[in-house]
């Protein structure tokens, strides 16, 4: 499940899917069944569609492997700050 639109308080953000999926994801489903608006990211990899298919807590899929390139950094940094900006949170976990 997506909301691009709504503005969570947590955001817990990992760059593995399969941990994401395992570790992450029954957090985040918590705190939304607390009434605690909680999204999960993580990086989109080709090898792992499998355990992002299995993803069922509020997530986006954010670019968050950060690289050695320094153009390639300077555009994964500047792509993950946007999308901290369309979405504040009040804890970023």
Not at 13 to 31: D, T
Not at 42 to 54: L, T
Not at 66 to 73: E, G, M, R, V, Y
């Amino acid at each position: 499940m997506t909301r691009p639109d709504s503005v969570p308080t947590v955001v817990h953000s990992i760059h593995f899917p399969v941990s994401a999926r395992n570790f992450v994801m029954p957090m985040v489903e918590c705190l939304n069944r607390h009434g605690i608006d909680a999204e999960l990211w993580f990086e989109n990899q080709d090898k792992h569609q499998a355990a992002i298919r299995q993803i069922t807590a509020p997530s986006r899929q954010v670019d968050s492997d950060l690289s050695f390139d320094l153009l390639a950094f300077n555009r994964r940094l500047a792509a993950y700050r946007r999308e901290l900006r369309k979405a504040p949170p009040r804890i970023l976990w």
